[in-house]
């Protein structure tokens, strides 16, 4: 069993940064590969980027690439999402998962999921 907790979210003005924190419980964190998406209101939840176990592969959504940086330390059992150059369109509920065995897009493949935290970008 993993549990997943979200920080970091805010409000902050468009071209502005935050940096998201996944923190998880679980000593077989490491063996994870761990994804971030979102939900903004009367959307479905997208991919926005995902980080293998160890940290050696990395995936991003084209609408963040450039923008987004997903990072992992497994000896604090963390998962990072930098993102800088926030626009008003990245606006959502932002949650990280986790899976032992898989490595996608695809939320529902996931097994452990946090609780959310809310990034709003005002124009």
């Known amino acids: 069993q993993v549990r997943l907790v979200e920080s970091g979210g805010g409000l902050v003005q468009a071209g502005g940064s935050l940096r998201l924190s996944c923190a998880a419980s679980?000593?077989?964190?490491?063996?994870?590969?761990v994804g971030w998406f979102r939900q903004a209101p009367g959307k479905e939840r997208e991919f926005v980027a995902r980080i293998s176990w160890s940290g050696a592969s990395t995936y991003y959504a084209d609408s963040v690439k450039g923008r987004f940086t997903i990072s992992r330390d497994n000896a604090k059992n963390t998962v990072y999402l930098q993102m800088n150059s926030l626009k008003p369109g990245d606006t959502a509920v932002y949650y990280c998962?986790?899976?032992?065995?898989?490595?996608?897009?695809?939320?529902?493949?996931?097994?452990?999921w946090g609780q959310g935290t809310q990034v709003t970008v005002s124009s």
């Open positions: 679980g000593r077989t964190f490491g063996s994870y590969a």
């Open positions: 998962a986790a899976d032992l065995v898989y490595y996608g897009s695809v939320p529902i493949e996931y097994d452990y």
